[in-house]
């Protein structure tokens, strides 16, 4: 997969199969910098990247069995690829160990989020350092996105059938039933998200504010069915 990557000109950011980041100039056509990540995941296969302008996030992970060594969970890595610094994310092998491999990522600069096979839904706020949190779904994540703002919150989709609005500590404040695993989910405000479901619906979703103390057991949906595709 390729992103398109800001911050150093304009560059595109391809996945190769040896485990490298290539950043190549699309004004230009020539290589910007390639990076090998060997040296922070030690042969892990690159599973997903987000990026906030030149930082990218990097989630590597073995599938079931395929680890030589028998470890397991997920490694996570941050590269400025307009500095050439980075690093691995403290902890995050054995906080995601045991739930399943990883289905989605989400990073907005400071919250980096992973949603696995197992159901768990985790999160580490990087700019703060703070301990990651979990909370879980009733079957696979399939989704995950930030909500902007400044509560550091983080909306999710699941096989389940369900959205969940998490906030800043990994706590519940919202669920919402669709009837149909999510597959798709963004938020492209503090109060609205937009959901895709496996059954060809997408939905609308007013996301509550967080401010009250006791938490909304429903998230409200203005048009619950916005279109089904054909």
């Known amino acids: 997969r390729d992103y398109k990557v800001t911050g150093v000109q304009t560059c595109a950011l391809p996945i ?4 490298t ?5 699309l004004e230009t056509g020539k290589l910007h910098a390639a990076y090998s990540v060997d040296g922070v995941a030690k042969g892990t ?8 302008e030149s930082v990218i996030a990097c989630v590597h992970a073995f599938g079931d069995g395929d680890d030589p060594d028998g470890g397991k969970g997920v490694l996570a890595a941050l590269l400025d690829v307009k500095t050439g610094e980075g690093g ?19 990073f907005d600069g400071e919250l980096l989020c992973v949603g696995t096979s197992g159901g768990a839904v985790i999160a580490w706020n990087v700019g703060e350092a703070y301990a990651p949190w979990k909370g879980y779904h009733g079957g696979e994540v399939g989704c ?18 369900r959205i969940i609005l998490w ?15 999510v597959t798709a989910i963004h938020a492209p405000s503090p109060r609205l998200a937009l959901a ?17 103390e006791e938490h909304t057991s429903e998230l409200q949906s203005p048009c619950n069915l916005v279109c089904r595709l054909l």
């Open 21 to 25: 980041l290539v950043v190549w100039s």
């Open 167 to 181: 906030d800043g500590e990994g706590k519940a404040q919202a669920r919402m039933e669709v009837g149909s695993p």
């Open 196 to 212: 895709g479901t496996e059954d060809g619906a997408v939905h609308v979703v007013a996301l509550c504010d967080g401010r009250s």
């Open 88 to 106: 691995a994310v403290k902890g995050a092998r054995e906080v995601t160990e045991g739930e399943g491999e990883p289905r989605c990522l989400t």
């Open 45 to 52: 296969p690159l599973r997903f990247t987000a990026h906030v």
């Open 144 to 161: 995950v996105a930030n909500v902007p703002g400044d509560a550091a919150r983080i909306v999710s989709g699941g096989a389940d059938g």
């Open 16 to 19: 190769s199969t040896k485990r």
